[in-house]
């Protein structure tokens, strides 16, 4: 098994904190990184379904954020998981999801 670094784990000690702001905000989006292979940053949240997809109940889905696995890149997932949620409470007060955005 293969030990974490100290700049490692000093990213998921960050990672975590934010995580844990969006919690205590009441705030639907997570940051995480599905892959522990790859590190790769994603907003994890209940998402409607896209244009191009059968209707149905809304689904958890991963989005891929471009952003490093670095603590700038955190501080900025962290940004784009609060505009996220703005963008699920709009939708869930009748608003069209844009997925574009």
């Known amino acids: ?28 989006v997570r940051v995480v990184i599905p892959s522990k292979r790859h590190r790769t940053l994603h907003l994890r949240a209940t998402l409607p379904a896209q244009r191009n997809e059968v209707q149905g109940p809304p689904k958890r ?6 952003v490093g696995y670095t603590a700038q890149g955190i501080e900025e997932a962290e940004r784009l998981a609060i505009a996220l ?14 997925w574009d955005r």
Do not use: C, P
């Not at 000690?13 to 969006?22: D, G, I, P, Y």
């Not at 889905?61 to 471009?66: P, T």
């Open 1 to 28: 098994m293969v030990r974490s670094t100290w700049h490692e784990l000093a990213l998921e000690t960050q990672l975590e904190t934010v995580n844990n702001r969006l919690k205590e905000a009441k705030r639907r």
């Open 61 to 66: 889905r991963y989005i891929k954020l471009s």
């Open 85 to 98: 949620n703005q963008d699920i409470i709009d939708w869930r007060n009748g608003r069209s999801f844009d």
